[in-house]
């Protein structure tokens, strides 16, 4: 492991020298990368410090036992050992899933898309809830949130809402959030007390800089409208709202949450980019998929990844069969118990993978 580690240290030590150039530093591209490069890496090299110090303690605590003039030296040995010894098949752990590759789409901020399913207004009240379980969630994780554009629901909630996520590693960890989610509860609408079972699906883009996707924009038909929905005289008289439509892939991106024509023009371009990227992604996941058999992140939008039962106060996550009575705080945005244990399944496959090539 410590040859694995040099090598990461001498990439480091290059990177380190490369984020000062001054070419690096005109091309903001380049040094976006090798900074995200630098940040990974230190971690690795931190780690790679306590796991020396913990070889190099267990080597003097061995010398001085095998030594044994010292009684009270040989005994100061042993604990030193002992802890040694203890602490470091975690550290090893850790550090063998941080030598992990990591997925170069992890880093990237996301678009995400909420729609209801089957359920009729139901489904749209749950997609609503859905909207503000990923608000509150990402908001306490310090990350961005911004609607891109939405449909309401006529008892409340949205028929579809879109909205960006910044942040750091935004991508790595609300990916998992793709697929069906079900909803069993007795619905706002319902007089008669019956448990239903309602459905909204959630996208999760990757957003597309621009160097991802070529977007030739003789391919983009722009039609301006007037907003609708609430906003305000200025929103829903003036034509500010963007449509775009997408002559080769027929795609189809609204954007309307702005005042200016210029800022919406510039989120739903976004949006059309992550959508086309997302296409050729979703060829790279199938084949991830085929390989490793992963249930976790399949890509597969059909899949019913996710059951919030209220008359029992439970979530049951289906592709790793993880069941919490935690109900009311998970669906207030507390997902990152279910998020981690998802991590976790993904990170293990990996490295399994790894070792096997």
Same mark, same amino acid.
């Given at each position: 492991?410590?040859?694995?580690?040099?090598?990461?240290? %001498?990439?480091?030590?290059?990177?380190?020298?490369?984020?000062?150039?001054?070419?690096?530093?005109?091309?903001?591209? @380049?040094?976006?990368?090798?900074?995200?490069?630098?940040?990974?890496?230190?971690?690795?090299?931190?780690?790679?410090?306590? =796991?020396?110090?913990?070889? &190099?303690?267990?080597?003097?605590?061995?010398?001085?036992?095998? &030594?044994?003039?010292?009684?009270? /030296?040989?005994?100061?040995?042993?604990?030193?050992?002992?802890?040694?010894?203890?602490?470091?098949?975690?550290?090893?752990?850790?550090?063998?899933?941080?030598?992990?590759?990591?997925?170069?789409?992890?880093?990237?901020?996301?678009?995400?898309?909420?729609?209801?399913?089957?359920?009729?207004?139901?489904?749209?009240?749950?997609?609503?809830?859905?909207?503000?379980?990923?608000?509150?969630?990402?908001?306490?994780?310090?990350?961005?949130?911004?609607?891109?554009?939405?449909?309401?629901?006529?008892?409340?909630?949205?028929?579809?809402?879109?909205?960006?996520?910044?942040?750091?590693?935004? =991508?790595?960890? /609300?990916?998992?959030?793709?697929?069906?989610?079900?909803? %069993?509860?007795?619905?706002?609408?319902?007089?008669?007390?019956?448990?239903?079972?309602?459905?909204?699906?959630?996208?999760?883009?990757?957003?597309?800089?621009?160097?991802?996707?070529?977007?030739?924009?003789?391919?983009?038909?722009?039609?301006?409208?007037?907003?609708?929905?609430?906003?305000?005289?200025?929103?829903?008289?003036?034509?500010?709202?963007?449509?775009?439509?997408?002559?080769?892939?027929?795609?189809?991106?609204?954007?309307?949450?702005?005042?200016?024509?210029?800022?919406?023009?510039?989120?739903?371009?976004?949006?059309?980019?992550? @959508?086309?990227?997302?296409?050729?992604?979703?060829?790279?996941?199938?084949?991830?998929?085929?390989?490793?058999?992963? /249930?976790?992140?399949?890509?597969?939008?059909?899949?019913?990844?996710?059951? =919030?039962?209220?008359? %029992?106060?439970?979530?049951?996550?289906? @592709?790793?069969?993880?069941?919490?009575?935690?109900?009311?705080?998970?669906?207030?945005?507390?997902?990152?118990?279910?998020?981690?244990?998802?991590?976790?399944?993904?990170?293990?496959?990996?490295?399994?993978?790894?070792?096997?090539?």
């Amino acid at each position: 492991m410590l040859e694995k580690l040099q090598i990461v240290k %001498q990439r480091f030590d290059e990177v380190n020298d490369l984020i000062i150039q001054p070419d690096i530093i005109a091309d903001q591209k @380049r040094y976006v990368q090798l900074n995200k490069e630098y940040k990974d890496l230190k971690i690795l090299v931190e780690k790679r410090e306590v =796991y020396k110090e913990l070889i &190099d303690n267990i080597a003097e605590a061995e010398e001085i036992i095998s &030594d044994g003039s010292d009684s009270e /030296m040989v005994e100061m040995a042993r604990m030193q050992l002992d802890e040694a010894k203890e602490a470091l098949p975690a550290l090893e752990e850790e550090i063998k899933f941080l030598l992990i590759p990591k997925d170069p789409e992890d880093s990237k901020n996301v678009v995400v898309e909420v729609r209801a399913g089957t359920g009729g207004d139901e489904a749209s009240i749950f997609a609503g809830d859905l909207h503000r379980m990923y608000t509150k969630y990402c908001e306490g994780r310090g990350w961005n949130v911004s609607v891109v554009d939405y449909s309401e629901g006529t008892s409340g909630g949205f028929k579809e809402i879109i909205f960006e996520v910044s942040g750091e590693d935004v =991508y790595g960890t /609300m990916k998992f959030e793709a697929g069906v989610h079900r909803v %069993q509860r007795v619905p706002q609408t319902e007089t008669q007390g019956r448990v239903h079972t309602s459905a909204a699906t959630v996208m999760v883009l990757p957003e597309a800089e621009e160097f991802d996707v070529e977007l030739d924009m003789n391919d983009v038909r722009i039609e301006r409208t007037t907003s609708t929905g609430p906003g305000g005289q200025s929103v829903n008289t003036t034509y500010s709202a963007i449509r775009l439509h997408h002559g080769p892939s027929g795609l189809v991106v609204s954007c309307q949450d702005q005042k200016s024509s210029h800022k919406n023009l510039e989120k739903a371009l976004k949006v059309l980019r992550s @959508r086309l990227y997302e296409k050729e992604l979703e060829k790279k996941l199938a084949a991830d998929s085929a390989r490793r058999k992963s /249930m976790v992140s399949s890509g597969d939008r059909s899949a019913k990844i996710r059951t =919030y039962n209220y008359p %029992q106060g439970r979530v049951t996550d289906h @592709r790793i069969g993880l069941t919490l009575y935690d109900l009311s705080n998970i669906i207030n945005g507390d997902i990152q118990k279910i998020l981690d244990e998802l991590m976790l399944v993904e990170n293990t496959e990996k490295l399994k993978e790894s070792s096997e090539l």
